[in-house]
C-alpha cells in the first residue's frame, strides 16, 4: 500500500510539474515586472487587489489573478480587514524580488524572462544540433558568443544588471573562500560590471584589482556601475584570447570557463598560467616534503596563523551558495 501511494504521489507531482511549467517562471516574471512588490514595499502596509491594480496598472480581474498564485506560491501573504483581502510581501519577496533591497535579484529574473527563458524555447533545437540557439531566439549571428550577448548597448547593460545582481548575493562568499589577503594585484578576467571588484576592495583593503574585459564592457561599466568612489578598481581594455594579459598576483575567472569550450578553456588558462608569477610553495599530499615548504611551514608557525598546504587542500571550496571557489598555484 505504501509503495503503490508513494507512485501515486510522485506521478501526481509530474502531472502538476508538467501541466504547470509556463505558469511558475511566468507568475514570477510578470510580478516583477509589473512592479506588485515593489508597490507593496514603497507603500509599506499591506494593499488589496483593487489598490495594486492601480498602482501597477493593471485589469482588477487580472490582478486578483496573479496575486492568488503569487499567494499560492508563499511569495505573498494575506489577512482580512473589514472583509478586504490585503496582501503583503513574504519575506523572501521582500529581501530578493524588490528593486530596492541590497541583494535584489529582480535584473537576473527580468534577464531570465527577456533572454533566457526565449532561448530555452529553442531547447530541442540545442539539444540536437549541439550550439547555443541565439539565431533562432533573436536572429543575430552566434558565432561570436558575447557579439551575440552584447547585441545592443541596451542588452549590455542588462546582462551586466544580470551579473550584480547574481554577485550580490554569492560574492563575498566566493572571495573569501580562501585568504586572498597576500595577493595584493588581482585582475579580475572578463571582470564585467565590476561587482565581484567591489568584494575584493571591500573584503581586502590592501588590494588593488583591475579588471580585464571588451573595451565597449569596460565603457559601459565605467558609466554605469564602477564610479570614482571605487578608487582601488581599474580597467585594462582588450580580448584576453589575443591581447597581454596584465600582470598581477591573482588572477579572477569568475563564470567564464563555463562559457568556452574545452579548446578555449585550455587555451584560456595556459595563457594565465604564462602570465602568472611563481605561486607559494606546496606540500606533498603525504605532507612528506619537498622541505623547503616544510620549513616555510613552520615559519608560518611562527610568524602567522598559517601553514603550508598540499594543492588538494588549495583546490576547491565549498561556499554553500550558488558558486564555489577554486584556488591554483603555480609551482615556484
Not at 563575498?172 to 571588484?197: E, M, N, Q, W
Not at 610553495?281 to 598559517?306: F, H, I, K, R, W
Amino acid at each position: 500500500y505504501k509503495v503503490l501511494c508513494d507512485v501515486t504521489r510522485k506521478r501526481i507531482l509530474l502531472q502538476q510539474c508538467v501541466l504547470c511549467a509556463p505558469s511558475l517562471p511566468q507568475t514570477v516574471f510578470t510580478s516583477c515586472e509589473l512592479g506588485v512588490f515593489d508597490a507593496i514595499q514603497e507603500a509599506q502596509r499591506p494593499l488589496s487587489a483593487e489598490e495594486l491594480s492601480v498602482a501597477v496598472g493593471a485589469s482588477l480581474d487580472g490582478m486578483e489573478r496573479l496575486l492568488a498564485a503569487c499567494t499560492g506560491l508563499q511569495l505573498l501573504e494575506t489577512h482580512q480587514e473589514n472583509g478586504q483581502v490585503l496582501y503583503r510581501n513574504s519575506e523572501e519577496a521582500s529581501v530578493y524580488l524588490t528593486r530596492s533591497s541590497p541583494v535584489s535579484l529582480y535584473h537576473s529574473i527580468q534577464y531570465s524572462s527577456k533572454t533566457i527563458y526565449l532561448c530555452w524555447h529553442y531547447l530541442t533545437d540545442a539539444i540536437r544540433d549541439g550550439k547555443n540557439q541565439y539565431e533562432k531566439a533573436f536572429g543575430v549571428n552566434s558565432k561570436d558568443l558575447f557579439q551575440a550577448l552584447y547585441r545592443s548597448d541596451e542588452e549590455m547593460v542588462k546582462f551586466m544588471r544580470l551579473m550584480n545582481s547574481i554577485w550580490n548575493i554569492c560574492g563575498r562568499d566566493v572571495v573569501t573562500a580562501f585568504d586572498l589577503s597576500p595577493f595584493k594585484v588581482i585582475c579580475d578576467l572578463g571582470g564585467c560590471s565590476g561587482a565581484l571588484a567591489k568584494h575584493c576592495t571591500s573584503a581586502y583593503p590592501q588590494c588593488t584589482v583591475t579588471i580585464f574585459d571588451l573595451p565597449k564592457v569596460v565603457h559601459t561599466s565605467r558609466e554605469h556601475f564602477v564610479t570614482q568612489a571605487h578608487n582601488r578598481i581599474g580597467f585594462h581594455e582588450g580580448d584576453f584570447f589575443k591581447d597581454p594579459i596584465p600582470e598581477a598576483d591573482l588572477y579572477i575567472l569568475a563564470r567564464i570557463l563555463h562559457d568556452w569550450t574545452d579548446q578555449c578553456c585550455v587555451e584560456l588558462l595556459t595563457r594565465v598560467y604564462k602570465a602568472c608569477k611563481p605561486g607559494q610553495c606546496l606540500l606533498y599530499e603525504d605532507g612528506s616534503g619537498p622541505l623547503t615548504a616544510q620549513l616555510y611551514s613552520l615559519n608560518m608557525l611562527v610568524q602567522t596563523e598559517g601553514r603550508e598546504r598540499s594543492a588538494a587542500q588549495y583546490s576547491h571550496r565549498f561556499t554553500g551558495k550558488t558558486y564555489d571557489a577554486v584556488l591554483g598555484c603555480k609551482d615556484t
